[in-house]
């Protein structure tokens, strides 16, 4: 039995499951909740973890507490976004504020089987089997999940931009 050096762990892991949490919910706070409550829960459960799927582990944990908080508040409300403060000039800056709001939009309009296999695929690499074991579903379907998922923003980024698909 290999022991996880939980430091290690989170030092590596930490940023990457934060930031699918946000994509999962739109809200910095609930996403650095789902963070923590995701560690918490693999300190308890260390000795069943296998290094070589941690990331999906982590992620599915992450993604099964989302949908856990989305069951206790029986509402789900409008994703939020951060604005993107890097750009200097306050033109640039607003364009892409309202890019990233749109895509948020976008990205919540999916469906929350297609958002969380398209995440755990772009952001993370997960792969396909992983992304398929996390959310109980056949190879296969995650592949599919994933490809709708992308076509889906697509037409919506070129419904934006006023071409029809």
Same mark, same amino acid.
């Given at each position: 039995?290999?022991?996880?050096?939980?430091?290690?762990?989170?030092?590596?892991?930490?940023? +990457?499951?934060?930031?699918?949490?946000?994509?999962?919910? #739109?809200?910095?706070? &609930?996403?650095?909740?789902?963070?923590?409550?995701?560690?918490?829960? %693999?300190?308890?459960?260390? +000795?069943?973890?296998?290094?070589?799927?941690?990331?999906?582990?982590?992620?599915?944990? !992450?993604?099964?507490?989302?949908?856990? #908080?989305?069951? *206790? +508040?029986?509402?789900?409300?409008?994703?939020?976004?951060?604005?993107?403060?890097?750009?200097?000039?306050?033109? *640039?800056?607003?364009?892409?504020?309202?890019?990233? !709001?749109?895509?948020?939009?976008?990205? #919540?309009?999916? !469906?929350?089987?297609?958002? $969380? $296999?398209?995440?755990?695929? !772009?952001?993370?690499? @997960?792969?396909?089997?992983? @992304? $398929?074991?996390?959310?109980?579903?056949?190879?296969?379907?995650?592949? %599919?999940?994933?490809?709708?998922?992308?076509?889906?923003?697509?037409?919506?980024? &070129?419904? *934006?931009? #006023?071409?029809?698909?």
């Amino acid at each position: 039995m290999v022991l996880i050096d939980f430091a290690t762990l989170y030092e590596r892991h930490a940023a +990457e499951v934060l930031r699918f949490s946000f994509w999962l919910c #739109g809200d910095r706070t &609930l996403a650095e909740d789902i963070t923590a409550e995701t560690f918490v829960r %693999v300190w308890t459960a260390r +000795e069943r973890v296998d290094l070589a799927t941690v990331t999906g582990y982590l992620l599915a944990i !992450a993604r099964n507490l989302f949908l856990q #908080g989305i069951a *206790r +508040e029986r509402r789900r409300g409008e994703l939020e976004s951060e604005p993107a403060d890097a750009a200097p000039d306050p033109h *640039r800056r607003a364009e892409e504020r309202d890019e990233l !709001a749109a895509v948020i939009a976008d990205m #919540g309009a999916l !469906a929350e089987p297609e958002r $969380a $296999a398209l995440l755990m695929r !772009a952001t993370a690499d @997960i792969p396909y089997a992983d @992304i $398929a074991s996390a959310l109980g579903i056949s190879e296969g379907a995650a592949k %599919v999940k994933v490809h709708r998922a992308r076509l889906k923003l697509a037409e919506a980024r &070129l419904r *934006r931009e #006023g071409v029809t698909p």
